[in-house]
C-alpha cells in the first residue's frame, strides 16, 4: 500500500511538473524573453493541478468510480473533469489576481518581489473582475485538456494494474482448487474413511440391507463429488445440502446416536450460488473438531438464510475452540476462495459462540441463477 501510495506522488509530481517545463520550454521558442510573473504563474498551476487532480482522484473512489467504472457511470466522471477544471480555473486566476501576477508590460516588472507586496484593502482595490473573467475563460478553455489526458492515464493505469490482478488471481484460485480437489480426495478417501464407511456399510447389509444399498449410494455420491469439484466452478446451495446429508448420513451409521444433526434453511435461500465444497468443508470441520474429539453427544446444526445483501451459512458444533483449529487446511482454503472469488465482499469467521458451542460463519453476496 505504502509502495503504491509513493509511486502515485512521484507520478504526480514528475507529471505536472514535466506540463509546467514544457509550458516554459514552448513559451520561450515563441516569446524569447517572457515577463518574470510568468514563473510563479507557472508554479501556481503546477501546485493547484496536483491539488486538483488528487481531489478528483479522492472523489472518484468515495464515489466508487474508480476504474474499471461501468459504462452507465462514466457520465459522472465526465462531470467531475468539467467541475473540477472550473475549480482548478477560479483558483489559478484569483491567485494571479491576489499575487498580481498579470503581464503588465511586456518587459516585466524590475523586481518580482514587488507582485507578493499586497494587503487586504489593495487585493480590493486593484481586484479587476474583468480581467479574472478572461483568464478564468482561457484557463477553462486551455487547461481541461489536461485534466483529460490526466484522466485517461490515471484510468490507462488502473485498467492495466486490474487486467494483470485478475490474471493473478485467476492462476490462485485455480492453484488453490486443485490443491482443494487433491487434500478433498486423500482426506476423503483416506484408508480410515475407506475403512470406516466399509465396515459401517458391511454391519448393515445382513441386518439391514435396504440401509446398506442407500449407504453405497451415498458414499458413491461423496467421491463422485470430490473428483469432481474442480470441473464445476459454482453450484446451488440445494445440490450442497444433498451432498452434505449424503456426508452426514454415513457418519451417523458410524456414530449411531451421538450425532444429532438439525436444519435451519430458508426455502429462498437454497437457488442462491456458492462454490462447491464449500458447506461441506465447514460441515467436515465440524466433526472432524467436535464429534471426533470429545465423548458423549454432538449437536451438528445448519444454518442458512438471508441478512440484507448476504447469504449466510452458520454450521454450529457442540464443542470449544481451540487457537491452532482457526488455520486448519480447510479453512485456509475457504478464505482463499471467497477472497478471490468475491473479491474481498465475502466474510468468513470461525468463534466460540456459546461456552459449548462453536460456530463457522460463511457470508457471500446473494447470487441466484436466472431461470
Known amino acids: 500500500m505504502k509502495k503504491t501510495a509513493s509511486l502515485y506522488w512521484i507520478c504526480q509530481i514528475f507529471g505536472w511538473f514535466s506540463y509546467g517545463l514544457t509550458i516554459i520550454f514552448f513559451a520561450y521558442m515563441l516569446e524569447k524573453k517572457l515577463n518574470l510573473a510568468f514563473y510563479p504563474r507557472i508554479l501556481i498551476n503546477i501546485i493547484s493541478g496536483i491539488i486538483m487532480t488528487h481531489l478528483l482522484r479522492k472523489s472518484m473512489t468515495k464515489l466508487s468510480l474508480r476504474p474499471p467504472t461501468p459504462s452507465q457511470q462514466w457520465w459522472k466522471i465526465v462531470l467531475l473533469i468539467l467541475l473540477f477544471s472550473v475549480f482548478f480555473s477560479i483558483a489559478t486566476s484569483s491567485l494571479i489576481e491576489i499575487f498580481r501576477l498579470f503581464d503588465t508590460d511586456r518587459e516585466g516588472p524590475k523586481n518580482i518581489t514587488n507582485h507578493f507586496s499586497f494587503s487586504i484593502s489593495n487585493i480590493i482595490s486593484n481586484w479587476d473582475s474583468q480581467r479574472v473573467y478572461k483568464r478564468f475563460i482561457f484557463s477553462l478553455i486551455l487547461d481541461t485538456p489536461i485534466f483529460l489526458v490526466w484522466i485517461s492515464i490515471y484510468v490507462l493505469w488502473h485498467y ?31 484408508p480410515h474413511f475407506i475403512f470406516n464407511a466399509l465396515n459401517s456399510i458391511r454391519a448393515l447389509v445382513d441386518e439391514d440391507p435396504k440401509r446398506a444399498r442407500q449407504a453405497i449410494t451415498e458414499l458413491s455420491n461423496i467421491l463422485r463429488s470430490s473428483i469432481q469439484v474442480d470441473k464445476v466452478e459454482i453450484t446451488t446451495l440445494e ?18 446416536d451421538r450425532l444429532i444433526v438439525e436444519y435451519e434453511i430458508e426455502p429462498k435461500t437454497i437457488e442462491n450460488q456458492l462454490p462447491p465444497m464449500m458447506l461441506q468443508t465447514l460441515v467436515e470441520n465440524a466433526i472432524k473438531h467436535g464429534l471426533s474429539k470429545q465423548p458423549g453427544d454432538c449437536l451438528i446444526r445448519i444454518i442458512s438464510k438471508f441478512e440484507q445483501d448476504k447469504l449466510v451459512l452458520m454450521v454450529q458444533n457442540t464443542g470449544l475452540l481451540k487457537p491452532s483449529e482457526r488455520d486448519g487446511f480447510g479453512l485456509q482454503s475457504t478464505r482463499e476462495r471467497l477472497n478471490l472469488l468475491y473479491h474481498g465482499q465475502a466474510l468468513f469467521e470461525i468463534f466460540q459462540s456459546l461456552p459449548n458451542q462453536v460456530t463457522a460463519k460463511l457470508a457471500i453476496p446473494i447470487s441466484i441463477p436466472k431461470k
Open 160 to 190: 492495466i494494474e486490474f487486467t494483470n490482478s485478475e490474471e493473478v488471481n485467476k492462476v490462485r484460485l485455480e492453484t488453490i482448487i486443485k490443491e482443494l480437489e487433491l487434500k478433498t480426495i486423500k482426506s476423503q478417501i483416506n
Open 239 to 256: 445440490k450442497e445440502l444433498d451432498i452434505v446429508k449424503d456426508y452426514l448420513a454415513l457418519e451417523y451409521i458410524r456414530f449411531a
